[in-house]
Structures are given as C-alpha cells and as structure tokens.
C-alpha cells in the first residue's frame, strides 16, 4: 500500500543512510594524502572519537566541539521513545485492521462467493496478496519488539552498568550522529508499513473528531488476537529472534566486563579488558551489535532496502570505530594481546 508520502520515505532513508555511510568508507580506503586521504580519515577518527580515544585538548579550541561522553544516555532516550511511538503506531493498526493474520475458514467461501463467474482467475492472487501484506506489518511489529528491547537495555546499561569518567568527552559530531541513528534507525525498520499506519491514524482521529467519543465504538482489547499474529510469522523472524538473543548475551556480557574495570568512577585509569569475546577481539560488544543488527535484518524478512542500508552504515561506523579503539589499545599496553582482532576474528 503506497498512500500520501509513503514511497518518499524510503528512498530518503536510504540516501541518508548513504551520506552517513560513504565518508566512513572514504576514510577507510588507502586514498593518497595528496588527494586529501589523510586529512579525511584524521576528521573521520576525531567526530566518532570518544572516552579514551579523545586526544587531550583542554586548552584547544577544539575542546569546545565536544560533550560529555556520560550523553550517551540521549541517545537511548531518544531510541526508547521513537521505538515506542512507532510499535504503539503499527501495533494498533495491526491489530485493527490486519486481526486475523490468517483468514477464518468461513471466510473462504464468502470470499468466493462474490468472484465466482466474474473474477474467480483472481481469487487466489488476491488473497496471496492480502495475506502477504498482512504479513509485512505484524513481521514489523516483530521487528519493532525486538529494537525496543535493544533500546530499552542500553539505556538501562548506560545509567546502570557504564560508569563514564568526569573527563570522557565525545565530539559533538559523534553526539549528532548517535541522535540521528536512534531516530532513523527504528523508522527505517518501520518503513515498509509506517506511511499506511500514519494514516490509518489519521482517519481515526478525524473519525473521532466528527463523531464524538460518544458514538465511537469501545477499544477492546484481546490479548490472544494481539499475540496470535506473531506467533504465526515465519521461520525468518524466529532464526532472526535467536541470533538476535545471542548477540544481546554477548553484549550484555562485554558491557558487564567494560563496566567493572574502573572500580573507582572517578579515575581515568584503563586496564586490558578481558573475557567473553575479548580473548577474540578489542572491540566484542561492536561483534555483538553488528550479531544483533544481523538478527533484526533476518527477522525482517530482508525485503526492505532500508534495512539494508542501515545494517551497511552499522557495519561501517561499528568497524571504523573498533580499529580506532584497537589502534589505542596497541599504543596504550605493551603487553596488549597481539592475536586480538578489532571486531571480527580472522578478518578485521
């Protein structure tokens, strides 16, 4: 269904995904410092540099380009209530007007009934197409679920586990990128459906506002009709479901460990992480957020290039932060694991 601006909204989301992504990828790529490759990957590195990779600056200007790294908490805030908005959003819509996902038997005939003798060829291609689409929605409100519960725990990670140092900072840029990626991020797994639900809404409120409270019907809800639908999806959504749990363990275990090293909150003191995916690489909970992301794309169905491109952009921005973070653990310990990878074993 393509209803007022929903074949925009797509489209936008993945050009902005790939202004976001393309200069990771020019900084990444050995272009020589003559043609502006150094100077690229320098401005690169400072905008996602944050905690210990923020270079002393205290008396450089530069120090006024940066936030308190403890901002982090924005971030999740922000995810928590567009995630929200948007599963409140498609829920609703799934339930009223998508319930049931699969036709009731009486159903069929009914159906039948009224394309027999003129249209009954295109029975089945339009039920297909029917069911289809009721798939889509509850298979993104799937999807919703599962961004919900990964904002949900970072932001109680970041009040509850992370004890930020007074002294962290992050670049200004990095803190802008981070409030567009907890905001594009859930609409673009919303995409496929968002444009119809919005005005699905829409219709309602005017409803309401023409009728009056009085005159519109009670919203029941029914709790087995609500979880129904997602408990019908396909093997897609639950694979997607599992990887989603492993790499949430992982992270919740990598954050844990990151977490206990500064015993004392207000030192700057850093010590060789260690545990879990650590014996592997310097950047795990990176690992486990690119698992996590994997996990929402599989549960996605894969049919939606926004999703896509968010999931490239993860990559990308995951992967250029670890190498940073793993260049500053080489420099930083001389006894610093040299089997270590970034983020992915054997590869990077």
């Given at each position: 269904?393509?209803?007022?601006?929903?074949?925009?909204?797509?489209?936008?989301?993945?050009?902005?995904?790939?202004?976001?992504?393309?200069?990771?990828?020019?900084?990444?790529?050995?272009?020589?410092?003559?043609?502006?490759?150094?100077?690229?990957?320098?401005?690169?590195?400072?905008?996602?540099?944050?905690?210990?990779?923020?270079?002393?600056?205290?008396?450089?200007?530069?120090?006024?380009?940066?936030?308190?790294?403890?901002?982090?908490?924005?971030?999740?805030?922000?995810?928590?209530?567009?995630?929200?908005?948007?599963?409140?959003?498609?829920?609703?819509?799934?339930?009223?007007?998508?319930?049931?996902?699969?036709?009731?038997?009486?159903?069929?005939?009914?159906?039948?009934?009224?394309?027999?003798?003129?249209?009954?060829?295109?029975?089945?291609?339009?039920?297909?197409?029917?069911?289809e689409h009721k798939y889509r929605v509850w298979r993104t409100v799937f999807v919703l679920l599962l961004m919900e519960i990964q904002v949900l725990r970072r932001l109680y990670e970041t009040e509850n586990v992370f004890h930020y140092s007074p002294s962290a900072r992050m670049h200004i840029v990095g803190y802008l990128t981070g409030l567009?990626?907890?905001?594009?991020?859930?609409?673009?797994?919303?995409?496929?459906?968002?444009?119809?639900?919005?005005?699905?809404?829409?219709?309602?409120?005017?409803?309401?506002?023409?009728?009056?409270?009085?005159?519109?019907?009670?919203?029941?809800?029914?709790?087995?009709?609500?979880?129904?639908?997602?408990?019908?999806?396909?093997?897609?959504?639950?694979?997607?479901?599992?990887?989603?749990?492993?790499?949430?363990?992982?992270?919740?275990?990598?954050?844990?460990?990151?977490?206990?090293?500064?015993?004392?909150?207000?030192?700057?003191?850093?010590?060789?992480?260690?545990?879990?995916?650590?014996?592997?690489?310097?950047?795990?909970?990176?690992?486990?957020?690119?698992?996590?992301?994997?996990?929402?794309?599989?549960?996605?169905?894969?049919?939606?290039?926004?999703?896509?491109?968010?999931?490239?952009?993860?990559?990308?921005?995951?992967?250029?932060?670890?190498?940073?973070?793993?260049?500053?653990?080489?420099?930083?310990?001389?006894?610093?694991?040299?089997?270590?990878?970034?983020?992915?074993?054997?590869?990077?």
């Amino acid at each position: 269904m393509e209803k007022g601006d929903g074949p925009a909204l797509q489209p936008l989301l993945c050009l902005a995904w790939l202004a976001a992504t393309l200069p990771i990828l020019a900084a990444a790529l050995p272009i020589p410092a003559a043609a502006g490759g150094r100077l690229l990957h320098s401005l690169l590195a400072a905008f996602s540099s944050r905690g210990k990779t923020v270079r002393p600056s205290s008396s450089s200007s530069k120090a006024k380009f940066t936030v308190p790294q403890k901002y982090f908490l924005h971030f999740y805030v922000v995810g928590v209530a567009v995630t929200t908005s948007l599963l409140l959003a498609i829920c609703f819509y799934a339930y009223m007007e998508m319930t049931p996902l699969l036709p009731e038997p009486s159903s069929y005939s009914t159906i039948a009934s009224h394309l027999i003798g003129s249209n009954s060829f295109s029975f089945g291609s339009v039920l297909s197409r029917t069911m289809e689409h009721k798939y889509r929605v509850w298979r993104t409100v799937f999807v919703l679920l599962l961004m919900e519960i990964q904002v949900l725990r970072r932001l109680y990670e970041t009040e509850n586990v992370f004890h930020y140092s007074p002294s962290a900072r992050m670049h200004i840029v990095g803190y802008l990128t981070g409030l567009f990626y907890y905001t594009a991020a859930p609409l673009s797994l919303a995409s496929s459906c968002l444009p119809e639900a919005i005005d699905f809404i829409r219709g309602q409120i005017v409803e309401f506002i023409v009728k009056g409270r009085a005159r519109m019907p009670d919203l029941v809800i029914d709790s087995p009709s609500l979880l129904k639908p997602l408990l019908k999806l396909g093997w897609c959504q639950w694979i997607g479901a599992i990887i989603f749990s492993w790499g949430s363990l992982h992270q919740i275990r990598c954050h844990a460990i990151l977490g206990s090293l500064r015993e004392n909150k207000d030192s700057d003191e850093y010590v060789i992480p260690c545990g879990d995916w650590f014996s592997r690489v310097s950047c795990p909970h990176y690992l486990a957020e690119l698992v996590i992301y994997l996990g929402m794309l599989i549960a996605s169905g894969g049919s939606d290039i926004s999703v896509w491109f968010l999931f490239i952009f993860v990559i990308t921005n995951l992967s250029f932060a670890a190498v940073q973070t793993h260049r500053w653990y080489l420099q930083k310990f001389e006894d610093y694991p040299r089997s270590r990878y970034a983020i992915i074993p054997f590869v990077l």
